[in-house]
């Protein structure tokens, strides 16, 4: 019998690989064996398929593999695997050339202002006092119960009159008591609560206040308040490429210029899966003119990544210019240099219009006033910047 155990997953199937299959010959079933393993079938980081016994070691008896793999468990092991390992390689290459897929929806003025006028601070609202006034009957029924414990005497025709008494004496001062007590913890509630109010409306009215001052740096875009977001942008920012950001903003002109250091293509995952049709996958190196379209989708749609968040740093910022550049051994002189492979201009008018999720970024590019130049094979051919 074969065991096959799929790790981390609970699941369990037994089949009959060996023996006799008659249950009714006493010869055979005194001459047949039984074996019980455990095994792990798994895929290494190649697409390399393997099968494991329960020591860890590779099973390499071809009539014991043949027997493994016709059973079911096995097989829909093997589709779970090979699924599993093309989504992960996938995922691997996505994550690289898909990050302009990450654009933000650009915010407009309009929007902002909209927002500023329909901002109001909070306001707090006072508990009311939940305690329990006093309740004449149960005192009443206590002062009368206390008569009892406390009124005694064997001349039994004088106990209606003394526990008379006693409830007429006792009584109207419990029930005052109360009625004080009960006052004094709502009067102190009522002072607490309006102490409270104070605190939290001078808390409201400050974060109002400082949400409002912030509506109107986000539209001026004063210097210190775009350059202060766009670093805690860049210090936030994580993607699984490596890139450097410098900026220069001017204000009066309500430009920012963006020098953008961008990932070697030598980052880019360089094997695909591909299927087959038993079910099992099989890597395979992509080719060159593979993995430079995927490169310059990569690094073009960086543009827009950056663009859609840096524009979102202030309405004020209504040109951006991105020069992006990559570090290449010059062929003249055999020195890595930083050489400019594109530059895009984006307005912002324009650049709300588009749905970046949709685009193909470097044909997106020819869209706002750019430089870029690049083969039929998409090899990025060195440009100088634009200025503006």
């Known amino acids: 019998y074969l065991n096959t155990g799929i790790p981390g997953t609970g699941l369990y199937d037994r089949q009959r690989i060996g023996g006799s299959s008659s249950s009714n010959s006493s010869s055979s079933r005194s001459h047949s064996t039984t074996t019980e393993i455990s095994i792990t079938v798994g895929i290494d980081d190649d697409g390399n398929y393997f099968i494991k016994d329960n020591n860890g070691h590779i099973i390499t008896d071809e009539s014991l593999l043949r027997k493994i793999k016709r059973t079911d468990a096995?097989?829909?092991?093997?589709?779970?695997?090979?699924?599993?390992?093309?989504?992960?390689?996938?995922?691997?290459?996505?994550?690289?050339?898909?990050?302009?897929?990450?654009?933000?929806?650009?915010?407009?003025?309009?929007?902002?202002?909209?927002?500023?006028t329909n901002l109001k601070p909070q306001k707090y609202t006072k508990k009311d006092y939940s305690g329990r006034e006093p309740d004449e009957l149960a005192i009443k029924s206590d002062v009368e119960s206390e008569a009892r414990r406390n009124i005694r005497s064997i001349a039994l025709w004088t106990l209606k009159k003394k526990r008379a008494e006693y409830f007429e004496r006792v009584f109207p001062e419990k029930m005052q008591n109360e009625i004080n007590i009960y006052n004094e913890n709502k009067s102190k509630f009522i002072i607490n609560e309006e102490l409270i109010e104070k605190e939290k409306n001078q808390e409201y009215l400050e974060a109002y206040q400082s949400q409002q001052m912030y509506f109107q740096d986000y539209i001026n875009g004063s210097k210190d308040f775009v350059e202060n977001s766009i670093d805690s942008f860049l210090e936030s920012m994580t993607l699984p490429v490596n890139f450097e950001v410098s900026y220069e903003y001017n204000q009066e002109n309500s430009i920012l210029k963006v020098d953008l250091d961008l990932p070697e293509i030598e980052d880019l995952p360089t094997s695909k899966v591909t299927t087959l049709s038993s079910g099992k996958v099989k890597l395979k190196e992509k080719?060159?003119?593979?993995?430079?379209?995927?490169?310059?989708?990569?690094?073009?749609?960086?543009?827009?990544?950056?663009?859609?968040?840096?524009?979102?740093?202030?309405?004020?910022?209504?040109?951006?210019?991105?020069?992006?550049?990559?570090?290449?051994?010059?062929?003249?002189?055999?020195?890595?240099?930083?050489?400019?492979?594109?530059?895009?201009?984006?307005?912002?008018?324009?650049?709300?219009?588009?749905?970046?999720?949709?685009?193909?970024?470097y044909l997106a590019i020819e869209d706002f006033k750019h430089s870029i130049d690049y083969s039929k094979t998409f090899e990025l051919a060195t440009i100088d910047p634009m200025e503006k």
Request: net charge negative; aromatic share 12%; charged share 25%.
């Open 74 to 116: 096995y097989k829909n092991k093997i589709l779970e695997l090979s699924e599993q390992f093309a989504n992960n390689k996938n995922l691997e290459t996505e994550s690289f050339v898909e990050i302009y897929k990450k654009s933000e929806k650009v915010v407009t003025e309009a929007d902002i202002k909209e927002q500023l």
């Open 287 to 361: 080719t060159q003119k593979e993995i430079k379209e995927q490169y310059l989708i990569c690094v073009t749609g960086l543009a827009f990544f950056f663009a859609s968040h840096l524009f979102n740093m202030s309405t004020n910022i209504k040109e951006l210019l991105i020069s992006a550049y990559t570090q290449r051994i010059s062929k003249k002189t055999g020195v890595i240099n930083d050489e400019y492979v594109y530059s895009v201009l984006f307005t912002r008018d324009k650049f709300t219009e588009i749905s970046i999720e949709n685009i193909v970024p």
